[in-house]
Structure formats: structure tokens, C-alpha cells
């Protein structure tokens, strides 16, 4: 599998994958993961290429695992943030991209408030343009670091091999606001799990289930109820409640405390979910709101796992998008 041609030239959402390009990533991330674990982090498959980091959102875990992961491939990276771009000095999105290409770039990671902004510079650009998340539209490598801690932490999925058929995962958050929901319904939906999509009706966006494409009422569903997301749910995923999306509007709930009381995980809620079940977070958490302390901290919780796949999965999408096809993980 990883050694099949990767049919796609950049990675601008979940959407265009199918269960086989998924596949692929998740285990080429396996073979990458493995790098980290050694004395010395760096293999030179990516040597001489070069990755431009441009971020206009805030970012703390997607840019630093994308900075790692190009220089564990011996990438030459570079950083940019939108308040230090000249964009703030008034020059278009396209003009900033046509300027980074005239440095030749292989590919170029961009996290963008404007859902559709990648997908913009694939179009009128030559390097690969890999989606750190745009906007409330998409974040596939979210998704993608997500599907592989569940294959590598769950116990079902460790004993199918890393198969996630018939795991039931319950998203539970401000899905009006995101893009980690949106990814992730696709990606697990296609890897043949069954998803749970809970929040208060003030944070579901109009037509749910649609905005994830070809996903079928057999394999999601979206409840108001924590309990309904919970009961039997074998995964966890809780989602932050993005209050930067919603300056100047009318609240969506009465506050904070009404909002921890029936959406927030804690050690009584959980306890609905089975027993085996893996609980987690793309960060950054809201600590005592969505995720009670003692549960992000306990035994259940996989989020510091989820943070280091994040770096072998962003390897593998460099490694397929970036020219490193050839030279092996091991080398
Ligand atoms: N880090 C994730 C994102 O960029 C989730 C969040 O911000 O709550 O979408």
C-alpha cells in the first residue's frame, strides 16, 4: 500500500480521499513514527527540498509538528506568520503565494481563516499546498494524526490490525465552528466507523450530516444529549468551544458553567462510555469546560499521543507531496 502511487498532488481536505489514499497516509505515519522513537530524529529522504510553513492563524502543535516533520526528513523549513507577512501591509493572499514560489518551494503548508484559501493557491501555484485548516472548513491532517492514534490506542483497532470498522465515535463540541469535525467525520466515516456528533442545537451549523458529502445515516448520527453520545461510544473526541469565531455575536449558551454541566466530559460522564474507551482532544483545551482536569490527565486520555502522531503523519503527507517517493523511511 505504501508503495502505491499517491494519486493526488496536494492535500486540501479529507474530501477528495478515499479509504485507500487514507490508508496509505496512515501507514506511511506508522513507518514515520518510528523515526522519532530514535537517538537521532532524521532520516534524509526530503534532503534539498524545501517547505514553507505559512500560518495566518494562530497555530501551537500543527506548526511545530509541521516544522519537525520536514527537518526529521531533512527538509529545509521555513516559518511565516500572517502578522509578519506583508499581507498586513495590504498584498493579497495570491500575490504572497506567487512571491514564495518565485523561492521554488516544493510545497507549502497554509492554515488560513478563509475556508476555501488553499484550496485558491492550488489552483494558481506550482508547489504542493497542504491544508493545516481553513477556516471552519477542513484540517486533514487533524483528522488524519486522529485516525492514527485511534488505530494505534484503541484496543479493538490494535487487535483488527488497525481497522476501525464498527468503532462507534462520539464528537462532542462546537461543531458549528469546526473544522476538526468536519475532517474527521470523513476520514472516520470512510475508514468504516460509525460517528456520534453531539452538541447544544446553538452549535450544530444547518445541515450537519450533508456537510460531510457521501457519509450515510448508517454511519452518523447527531444527537443533543451527551448520554446519547456516550452510551457504548468505544472513542471520545471532545472539541473546544471557539470563542474567537463568535466576538460581537449573541451568546450560544447562558455560560461557561451551564455549558461544562451538560456537555463537559468528567469522570461521572464518561464512565456512560464502554470501558475500554480512549478519550480526546485536538487541542488546545479549555480545561474545566469541555474536558474536566482529572480526565485529560488520566488513563483514559490519548491527547499527548494524538500531538505525537501529529509528527509522523505530517511526515508521511511531505513525504508524498514533497518528492521524497524513493528513499525509504529507514535510510
Ligand atoms: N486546533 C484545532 C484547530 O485549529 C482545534 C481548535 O482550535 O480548537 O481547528
Given at each position: 500500500?505504501?508503495?502505491?502511487?499517491?494519486?493526488?498532488?496536494?492535500?486540501?481536505?479529507?474530501?477528495?480521499?478515499?479509504?485507500?489514499?487514507?490508508?496509505?497516509?496512515?501507514?506511511?505515519?506508522?513507518?514515520?513514527?518510528?523515526?522519532?522513537?530514535?537517538?537521532?530524529?532524521?532520516?534524509?529522504?526530503?534532503?534539498?527540498?524545501?517547505?514553507?510553513?505559512?500560518?495566518?492563524?494562530?497555530?501551537?502543535?500543527?506548526?511545530?509538528?509541521?516544522?519537525?516533520?520536514?527537518?526529521?526528513?531533512?527538509?529545509?523549513?521555513?516559518?511565516?506568520?500572517?502578522?509578519?507577512?506583508?499581507?498586513?501591509?495590504?498584498?493579497?493572499?495570491?500575490?504572497?503565494?506567487?512571491?514564495?514560489?518565485?523561492?521554488?518551494?516544493?510545497?507549502?503548508?497554509?492554515?488560513?481563516?478563509?475556508?476555501?484559501?488553499?484550496h485558491q493557491m492550488a489552483?494558481?501555484?506550482?508547489?504542493?499546498?497542504?491544508?493545516?485548516?481553513?477556516?471552519?472548513?477542513?484540517?486533514?491532517?487533524?483528522?488524519?494524526?486522529?485516525?492514527?492514534?485511534?488505530?494505534?490506542?484503541?484496543?479493538?483497532?490494535?487487535?483488527?490490525?488497525?481497522?476501525?470498522?464498527?468503532?462507534?465515535?462520539?464528537?462532542?463540541?462546537?461543531?458549528?465552528?469546526?473544522?476538526?469535525?468536519?475532517?474527521?467525520?470523513?476520514?472516520?466515516?470512510?475508514?468504516?466507523?460509525?460517528?456520534?456528533?453531539?452538541?447544544?442545537?446553538?452549535?450544530?451549523?444547518?445541515?450537519?450530516?450533508?456537510?460531510?458529502?457521501?457519509?450515510?445515516?448508517?454511519?452518523?448520527?447527531?444527537?443533543?444529549?451527551?448520554?446519547?453520545?456516550?452510551?457504548?461510544?468505544?472513542?471520545?473526541?471532545?472539541?473546544?468551544?471557539?470563542?474567537?469565531?463568535?466576538?460581537?455575536?449573541?451568546?450560544?449558551?447562558?455560560?461557561?458553567?451551564?455549558?461544562?454541566?451538560?456537555?463537559?466530559?468528567?469522570?461521572?460522564?464518561?464512565?456512560?462510555?464502554?470501558?475500554?474507551?480512549?478519550v480526546m482532544h485536538p487541542?488546545?483545551?479549555?480545561?474545566?469546560?469541555?474536558?474536566?482536569?482529572?480526565?485529560?490527565?488520566?488513563?483514559?486520555?490519548?491527547?499527548?499521543?494524538?500531538?505525537?502522531?501529529?509528527?509522523?503523519?505530517?511526515?508521511?503527507?511531505?513525504?508524498?507531496?514533497?518528492?521524497?517517493?524513493?528513499?525509504?523511511?529507514?535510510?
Amino acid at each position: 500500500m505504501a508503495d502505491r502511487a499517491f494519486p493526488h498532488r496536494h492535500l486540501l481536505g479529507i474530501e477528495p480521499l478515499d479509504a485507500d489514499d487514507l490508508r496509505q497516509i496512515l501507514d506511511l505515519a506508522t513507518a514515520f513514527f518510528e523515526v522519532g522513537e530514535r537517538p537521532i530524529k532524521k532520516v534524509p529522504t526530503l534532503r534539498g527540498r524545501t517547505v514553507i510553513n505559512l500560518f495566518f492563524e494562530s497555530s501551537t502543535r500543527t506548526r511545530t509538528s509541521f516544522e519537525l516533520a520536514a527537518k526529521r526528513l531533512s527538509a529545509d523549513a521555513v516559518n511565516i506568520s500572517g502578522s509578519s507577512s506583508s499581507t498586513t501591509k495590504g498584498e493579497t493572499l495570491l500575490d504572497t503565494a506567487a512571491n514564495l514560489m518565485a523561492m521554488a518551494p516544493d510545497a507549502i503548508v497554509v492554515r488560513h481563516a478563509f475556508a476555501g484559501a488553499p484550496h485558491q493557491m492550488a489552483r494558481h501555484i506550482d508547489a504542493a499546498i497542504i491544508n493545516a485548516g481553513d477556516g471552519q472548513h477542513e484540517h486533514p491532517t487533524q483528522a488524519l494524526l486522529d485516525a492514527a492514534t485511534i488505530r494505534r490506542h484503541h484496543p479493538k483497532a490494535i487487535a483488527a490490525g488497525g481497522d476501525l470498522r464498527g468503532l462507534e465515535v462520539a464528537i462532542v463540541g462546537d461543531l458549528a465552528h469546526s473544522r476538526v469535525a468536519r475532517s474527521n467525520l470523513l476520514c472516520l466515516t470512510r475508514l468504516g466507523a460509525r460517528v456520534r456528533l453531539c452538541a447544544p442545537w446553538t452549535l450544530q451549523p444547518l445541515g450537519l450530516l450533508r456537510l460531510g458529502g457521501d457519509v450515510t445515516a448508517e454511519a452518523a448520527r447527531v444527537c443533543t444529549r451527551l448520554d446519547d453520545a456516550l452510551d457504548g461510544a468505544d472513542v471520545v473526541m471532545m472539541l473546544r468551544v471557539q470563542g474567537e469565531r463568535t466576538i460581537g455575536e449573541a451568546p450560544r449558551f447562558p455560560n461557561t458553567r451551564e455549558y461544562s454541566r451538560y456537555y463537559g466530559l468528567s469522570a461521572r460522564t464518561l464512565a456512560r462510555a464502554r470501558p475500554d474507551a480512549i478519550v480526546m482532544h485536538p487541542g488546545p483545551i479549555n480545561r474545566g469546560v469541555e474536558l474536566a482536569p482529572d480526565v485529560a490527565d488520566g488513563p483514559r486520555a490519548v491527547i499527548l499521543d494524538q500531538v505525537a502522531w501529529g509528527v509522523a503523519v505530517r511526515m508521511a503527507v511531505l513525504y508524498l507531496l514533497a518528492g521524497g517517493r524513493g528513499s525509504e523511511p529507514s535510510a
